[in-house]
């Protein structure tokens, strides 16, 4: 299918937990758009803050993501890239718009919600031989399942609890309007 160079720029975040899925569906969204021919890029937030140590006051290097975050969406709007889907975490409405100016399109946010027993199996298959790693992320995923809960960010969320990743970003993109 040909590329559709004609649409205007939109970005959207998968916002969730950890442990929920929001890489492996920002992948499979991606796919999606491309066998669409909607020209895009899929970028992993957790990537763009890996530096050591993270300054003093921000825990999550959420400042180092947002300049490789502005670099990397501008390259591939630059590119041609129609849509960005990013998949990451954003605990408030000050990061939604901090991540909205970075990326220099209109940005819609979902969540990815996975029931907290399911969120749990995950991420013990994940980390079964890194206990302390597992202590962490079975931690984290509570608390930040509040603190999202609580942020009230995302413009719609989609149910993974069950559904294949396929199915996820199905219904992400119908949801989004992308398709």
């Not at 408030?92 to 220099?104: F, H, N, P, S």
């Not at 946010?109 to 013990?124: K, Y």
């Not at 069950?162 to 993109?173: C, F, K, L, Q, Y």
């Amino acid at each position: 299918m040909q590329a559709n160079s004609s649409l205007e720029p939109r970005s959207l975040l998968i916002n969730g937990t950890v442990g929920v899925g929001k890489t492996s569906v920002a992948e499979s969204v991606g796919g999606l758009l491309a066998g669409a021919g909607i020209p895009n890029a899929v970028i992993d937030l957790d990537w763009l803050r890996q530096s050591w140590p993270a300054p003093s006051g921000d825990r999550f290097n959420f400042g180092m993501m947002l300049r490789n975050l502005r670099s990397m969406a501008g390259n591939y709007l630059a590119a041609g890239a129609a849509r960005l889907v990013l998949a990451g975490v954003i605990e408030d409405l000050d990061e939604r718009k901090l991540c909205g100016d970075a990326v220099g399109t209109e940005l819609s946010v979902c969540r990815l919600q996975v029931d907290l027993s399911v969120n749990h199996q995950r991420l013990i298959r994940r980390h079964e031989n890194e206990p302390e790693a597992l202590r962490w992320h079975l931690a984290r995923a509570s608390e930040l399942g509040g603190i999202l809960d609580q942020a009230a960010v995302d413009d719609f969320s989609v149910d993974a609890t069950t559904r294949s990743v396929g199915e996820v970003a199905a219904d992400v993109i119908k949801k989004v309007g992308w398709l």
